[in-house]
T-cell receptor
Framework: EAQVTQNPRYLITVTGKKLTVTCSQNMNHEYMSWYRQDPGLGLRQIYY???????DKGDVPEGYKVSRKEKRNFPLILESPSPNQTSLYFC????????????FGPGTRLTVT | KQEVTQIPAALSVPEGENLVLNCSFTDSAIYNLQWFRQDPGKGLTSLLL?????REQTSGRLNASLDKSSGRSTLYIAASQPGDSATYLCAVRLKGNYGQNFVFGPGTRLSVLP
């Protein structure tokens, strides 16, 4: 089944403890992206990747890192999480960055205390 | 900068009604527009994708139209059911700024009452 998977689905952590949210797609997509969703602010793009080893900042990249060493995986790294990073995170992928349908993962709900 | 708005913000209707959700965008230089459904605390499910060269797309009881020149799209839901209750999001895929190119609207929260 074609899908985007994220892990973990739920995470509660403390300020400053490094964490990684994994994202994987099995559709051989070149484009992958991370979003965060917050009440009243909607979905905002954090980082995106056009292909392996090609990543760039979205609208709200501060406090996040990403890597794209393999085509299927695009992990989101929070080196020193803070409470303002408490949010619902979505990974997405599409065949290319242009006019192709974007597929979303199930989301990761992160709480930083 | 592209802005996407959705009207109404919330809508409550009795079961069986036909309804229309609206999405507006300010920049017509788009590749496509995609409608999503989101259940509370859950992921986004793609409903319909309309390419910029298309006028409408249909899937079951859903019909989405696109008027690129006026910057508007509508999602029509026929014979609504309680299971249609969710938040509906539209998103445009922009031309130019190639990777950072997907802008979401704030959503319309739909409640269909039995």
């Amino acid at each position: 089944e074609a899908q985007v998977t994220q892990n973990p689905r739920y995470l509660i952590t403390v300020t400053g403890k490094k964490l990684t949210v994994t994202c994987s797609q099995n559709m051989n997509h070149e484009y992958m992206s991370w979003y965060r969703q917050d009440p009243g602010l909607g979905l905002r793009q954090i980082y995106y990747s056009m292909n392996v080893e090609v990543t760039d900042k979205g609208d709200v990249p501060e406090g996040y890192k990403v890597s794209r060493k393999e085509k299927r995986n695009f992990p989101l790294i929070l080196e020193s999480p803070s409470p303002n990073q408490t949010s619902l995170y979505f990974c997405a992928s599409s065949l290319f960055a242009g006019g192709h349908e974007q597929y979303f993962g199930p989301g990761t709900r992160l709480t930083v205390t | 900068k592209q802005e996407v708005t959705q009207i109404p913000a919330a809508l409550s209707v009795p079961e069986g009604e036909n309804l229309v959700l609206n999405c507006s965008f300010t920049d017509s230089a788009i590749y496509n527009l995609q409608w999503f459904r989101q259940d509370p605390g859950k992921g986004l499910t793609s409903l319909l994708l309309i390419q910029s060269s298309q006028r409408e797309q249909t899937s079951g009881r859903l019909n989405a139209s696109l008027d690129k020149s006026s910057g508007r799209s509508t999602l029509y839901i026929a014979a609504s059911q309680p299971g249609d209750s969710a938040t509906y999001l539209c998103a445009v895929r922009l031309k130019g700024n190639y990777g950072q190119n997907f802008v979401f609207g704030p959503g319309t929260r739909l409640s269909v009452l039995p």
